[in-house]
């Protein structure tokens, strides 16, 4: 079974730094596209950053040049390292593995950027 696990939200300053991570079990990384996706309150969820199976990156552009998505297949992990937060980085983040249709969610994690 697909099994995500998000840590590392929390309060942070405006222009500070935070590590997302997402412990994966049940799938391999060689398979399966991962990504972070955020959703304020009253917003969509959207697409924050995703890893191809090949390595390939894509990031939403009002994260580019701030956030680096990053996966380490022997501790099993996807990580989003985030600087330079806004207060309008504000949200719930969520790690999420895609293969074809199919789309498994973690829980959720809450990030808070004060100004």
């Known amino acids: 079974e697909v099994q995500l696990v998000e840590s590392g939200g929390g309060l942070v300053q405006a222009g500070g730094s935070l590590k997302l991570s997402c412990a994966k079990s049940?799938?391999?990384?060689?398979?399966?596209?991962i990504g972070w996706y955020r959703q304020a309150p009253g917003n969509q969820r959207e697409l924050v950053a995703r890893?191809?199976?090949?390595?390939?990156?894509e990031y939403a552009e009002s994260v580019k040049g701030r956030f680096s998505i990053s996966r380490d297949k022997t501790q099993k992990t996807m990580y989003l390292q985030m600087n330079s937060l806004k207060p309008e980085d504000t949200a719930t983040y969520y790690c999420?593995?895609?293969?074809?249709?199919?789309?498994?969610w973690g829980q959720g994690t809450q990030v808070t950027v004060s100004s």
């Open positions: 049940g799938f391999s990384f060689d398979d399966y596209t």
């Open positions: 999420a593995a895609t293969l074809g249709s199919y789309v498994r």
């Open positions: 890893i191809s199976p090949g390595g390939g990156t």
